[in-house]
């Protein structure tokens, strides 16, 4: 039985205009609650701009926005407790310490300090907390700043451009606490252009392109609509041999691996990149 | 409610430790007290009995004008652009806090501090102790038009830069009684600037004419800017307390 699926937010035909400029044009999806839900496109695609429609820093011109199933010009305070957010420009008091921007973020969240020592374990910030945020690395700042927007247990996290700018080994830590996330059931809202995160992370990805939402699935159902019947098998003469995912394939195969002299066999997978790419015509940036 | 004051409260708490922490802001809410310690111990040392008097007039009346520029420039206008500039501002909107919200704790604490370094140069005077209870609440009422006019510049300004060109109308605005002493005309415009109010109240309530009709203008000139200012706060919150 399929699992029923609780929509936790969405846009129906939106449009939103800056002047002349059209940057959102009929945006229509939805989010489910639990769900990693990840938003693709090139910078300027509007995939910030959707986040601030979805968090009250803009207002559409029209079309239907909801959240926690309530039209957002209806949502309440209480609605916004149960969000987290980390905007492109979050960031944290300077001259504080990591550990007191988190206190301070759990008394204007009204949850109790012992929430904080538990999330610096799980980013490794423990032995940091008493660290200047001006003193931090980029990585740190960016972890201790999620940390900010976690700490209330948001049912549903914004995350714009989360591993923006982090060295490799940052951005695995962050991937590795949105896994946790993920498995703990909150929903979470991710603008990316990183297409190795959003099949990494990502449930379902939508991709946007000038403000038009040109496909949304999951990442294998995309991959899988683009997908070429092809195989490739290459010989240790490194002479390749091209056949198809049939029957007639199969044989033909067969008959590479009896040879002996199989080096490797390849089914032409398209990536999320090749995907973007035929759906909008454009490379990623 | 408790909500929104739990929120104040955080942001008041934040904002106070960071005048301990920002060495900008916290030399200048103490310069005050040191201008007040050069006049009365180093410039008028020596000032003859008969002058004391006038001497305490112009002290006691300078102290929270000049308490009032300095630390509203830097609390309010200074630390507000320094929230935008830094992206602060807009991570505390996203965790559901009000623009309201912030600059109600930014004058909670911003008042507090005014009335303490007042109660300290007050005490750096000299002046008579049973004066202070008035001096407090003449000092408070009379600061408040400076604190809206820094509200309202800090919603303006952009970055710390631009706040850097509003502090200075500011302290000239607040410091101005200071110079009523160069001439009549002179005295006549300081007496109907926004802090001329409070100024004029301070020199009576030292000459023990606080409680006499004399009173009445200097009341209705501080009350007549806090109300200006009131409407304007009101009028560029409106515009931009969300956008700027």
Request: with cysteine.
């Amino acid at each position: 039985m399929t699992p029923m699926l609780t929509r936790l937010l969405s846009m129906d035909r939106v449009h939103l205009s800056f002047k002349d400029k059209r940057v959102l044009d009929s945006l229509t999806f939805e989010v489910h609650r639990g769900e990693t839900f990840g938003f693709l496109g090139p910078s300027g695609a509007g995939k910030t701009t959707t986040i601030k429609l979805l968090t009250r820093q803009l207002t559409k011109d029209s079309g239907t926005v909801e959240l926690f199933s309530r039209p957002i010009e209806n949502a309440h305070d209480a609605d916004y407790e149960r969000i987290g957010i980390l905007s492109d420009t979050s960031s944290l008091y300077e001259r504080m310490s990591i550990e007191d921007n988190l206190r301070f973020y759990a008394k204007v969240r009204g949850v109790s300090e012992s929430a904080i020592a538990p999330l610096l374990e799980r980013v490794g910030l423990t032995d940091d907390r008493k660290t200047l945020v001006k003193k931090c690395s980029k990585g740190m700042r960016q972890r201790a700043t999620l940390l900010a927007a976690l700490i209330h247990n948001p049912e549903l996290l914004f995350l714009d451009e989360p591993t923006s700018g982090l060295d490799p080994a940052a951005r695995l830590e962050v991937h590795r606490m949105l896994k946790d996330l993920h498995d703990q059931k909150t929903t979470i809202f991710l603008t990316t252009h990183d297409m190795t995160e959003a099949e990494s992370l990502c449930d379902r990805v939508g991709i946007l392109d000038n403000g038009h939402l040109v496909a949304c699935d999951t990442p294998e159902a995309l991959k899988q609509r683009f997908a070429q019947n092809k195989v490739r098998i290459v010989m240790n003469d490194k002479s390749i041999r091209e056949t198809t995912k049939d029957a007639a394939g199969a044989v033909i195969i067969a008959e590479a691996l009896e040879s002996g002299k199989v080096l490797s066999i390849h089914s032409e997978e398209p990536s999320l990149n090749d995907v973007f790419l035929r759906l909008t015509g454009k490379e990623f940036e | 409610m408790n909500a929104a004051l739990r929120k104040i409260g955080a942001l008041s708490i934040k904002d106070a430790k960071d005048l301990v922490r920002n060495p900008a802001i916290a030399v200048c809410a103490l310069m005050p007290i040191g201008f007040m310690l050069l006049y009365r111990y180093v410039m008028f040392a020596n000032v003859p009995s008969e002058a004391e008097a006038e001497m305490n007039s112009f002290l006691i009346g300078t102290a929270p004008c000049f308490a009032v520029g300095m630390i509203c420039a830097m609390t309010i206008l200074y630390a507000l652009s320094e929230e935008k500039e830094k992206h602060t501002l807009r991570t505390l909107m996203l965790a559901n806090v009000s623009a309201g919200q912030v600059m109600i704790a930014k004058v909670f604490v911003s008042l507090a501090v005014i009335v303490i370094v007042d109660v300290v140069c007050f005490f750096v005077i000299g002046v008579d102790a049973s004066l202070l209870a008035p001096y407090i609440a003449i000092a408070f009422f009379g600061s408040l038009s400076i604190v809206l006019l820094s509200l309202v510049l800090g919603l303006v300004s952009r970055d710390m830069v631009s706040s850097g060109v509003y502090a200075l109308p500011i302290i000239v605005l607040a410091l101005l009684p200071m110079f009523s002493m160069f001439g009549e005309s002179f005295e006549t415009i300081a007496s109907y600037s926004p802090c001329g109010g409070m100024y004029d109240l301070m020199v009576m309530l030292q000459e023990g004419r606080l409680f006499t009709s004399d009173a009445l203008v200097a009341l209705a000139v501080m009350f007549g800017w806090i109300a200006v200012c009131a409407i304007a706060f009101v009028l560029v919150f409106k515009k931009l307390g969300k956008d700027n």
